[in-house]
């Protein structure tokens, strides 16, 4: 499992670009879908696609979804934004149930 969250930063890392751009969109989007009530937090929104995209690049490669992805690379980028998205929306999900009221 450590092997894996290495080779999860390391692609991050390599599309830092790409990194940036999809957790600002997905963790954004997963905090609207999950609780509207959630405005003006963008810190959060940064955390939660961080946390979000990190969780789902490493559950795509648990899963061995990877080498399947790989195999469309002109899609790379939609991937990634859905896998961002699901892991996000896992992420926000769970910070809606803990947060304090």
């Given at each position: 499992?450590?092997?894996?969250?290495?080779?999860?930063?390391?692609?991050?890392?390599?599309?830092?670009?790409?990194?940036?751009?999809?957790?600002?969109?997905?963790?954004?989007?997963?905090?609207k879908a999950v609780?509207?009530d959630w405005k003006?937090?963008?810190?959060?929104?940064?955390?939660?696609?961080?946390?979000?995209?990190?969780?789902?690049?490493?559950?795509?490669?648990?899963?061995?979804?990877?080498?399947?992805?790989?195999?469309?690379?002109?899609?790379?980028?939609?991937?990634?934004?859905?896998?961002?998205?699901?892991?996000?929306?896992i992420v926000a999900?769970?910070?809606?149930?803990?947060?304090?009221?």
């Amino acid at each position: 499992m450590e092997q894996t969250a290495r080779e999860v930063l390391l692609y991050m890392q390599e599309n830092l670009g790409a990194t940036v751009i999809i957790v600002l969109i997905t963790g954004f989007a997963a905090c609207k879908a999950v609780a509207s009530d959630w405005k003006g937090i963008s810190l959060l929104f940064i955390v939660v696609g961080v946390l979000g995209y990190f969780l789902g690049q490493f559950l795509t490669l648990i899963l061995g979804l990877k080498e399947i992805i790989d195999l469309i690379p002109q899609f790379s980028w939609v991937f990634d934004l859905i896998i961002g998205f699901v892991g996000s929306f896992i992420v926000a999900t769970i910070a809606n149930f803990v947060k304090p009221t």
